[in-house]
């Protein structure tokens, strides 16, 4: 059977680095033996700036991150590629899994935002401003806090290179801000790795608003797979069940177009049960 998939999260190469693991074969979510029996399979991969570190020191662990996923690359490359845009993509054979590349949480820009150019011409395609708490740039979804100038010159910069900004861990007053640059220049943001907040009360998932003003953009939404997710704050585990919810509430806010998958793989302890 001919079986498609294009992700929009996932935190592998920083588990990789982290653990010792290599791309081909390995104890985590992802690896290309894992998806060997997919004719087609793309994911996002970003690249977590740890947040136990100094934003220079979080710039410098990019660059390791990076170099050793592009080397695992390498290493692989009859088995994948990284992809710079839909025509890398759309010209690679059957069974080569692409990788497009991410940076969660910007702050490794420091107050150099002339860093975006760089981590650009290194593959950089898709990029996130937080994580959590405050920034540099801005407030994540654990704040209430906007956009810094910075934060505002970073999104600036990042459109006119023609990346993508993720907004899945923005405060709700940078999601308002960038969406509302998005639309004056007619851009589309997503959110890479949510769920409903209708469904699952949580600080990290979208109102309806929130899915609607990325949808008007043209922008995507990926399910996530987190427990706490899809379940809000309760320690149940979830099922498939639960993400079939959150599904079916955003297809009902006209989103078929802009439902997809961000399951968080590598980033989250477990996957829901069957």
Same mark, same amino acid.
């Given at each position: ?34 998806? !060997? ?11 977590? $700036?740890? #947040? ?29 590629? =990284? #992809? ?68 505002? $010159? ?30 004056? =220049? ?5 959110? $890479? ?15 309806? !608003? ?52 961000? #399951? ?11």
């Amino acid at each position: 059977m001919d079986y498609k998939l294009f992700d929009l999260h996932c935190d592998t190469p920083y588990r990789m680095i982290k653990e010792n693991q290599m791309l081909r074969k390995n104890q985590l979510h992802i690896a290309l033996d894992k998806a !060997s029996y997919l004719s087609r399979y793309a994911q996002i991969a970003a690249i977590w $700036s740890d #947040c136990e570190l100094s934003d220079n020191d979080a710039y410098l662990a990019f660059w390791r991150i990076l170099n050793n996923f592009k080397r695992e690359i390498e290493t692989n490359r009859q088995r994948a590629a =990284i #992809c710079r845009s839909y025509d890398d993509f759309a010209q690679l054979p059957d069974g080569v899994a692409a990788f497009f590349l991410a940076v969660e949480d910007a702050r490794i820009l420091g107050s150099n935002v002339e860093r975006i150019r760089e981590i650009y011409d290194a593959g950089i395609r898709f990029i996130s401003l937080n994580w959590a708490g405050e920034n540099i740039l801005g407030g994540g979804y654990d704040t209430n806090s906007p956009l810094t100038h910075i934060g505002r $010159s970073v999104v600036k910069t990042a459109f006119d290179l023609g990346m993508v900004i993720d907004v899945s861990h923005s405060s709700a007053k940078v999601i308002d801000e960038i969406a509302e640059m998005a639309a004056a =220049i007619k851009r589309p943001i997503i959110a $890479s790795h949510s769920d409903c907040n209708s469904i699952a009360v949580h600080p990290r998932n979208l109102t309806d !608003s929130q899915f609607t003003k990325i949808k008007q953009s043209g922008g995507i939404v990926g399910i996530s797979l987190a427990n706490s997710h899809l379940c809000g704050k309760s320690a149940a585990r979830a099922k498939i069940d639960d993400i079939v919810s959150h599904i079916e509430y955003f297809l009902g806010l006209d989103g078929q177009h802009t439902v997809c998958l961000g #399951c968080d793989f590598d980033g989250i302890e477990s996957t829901p049960e069957n």
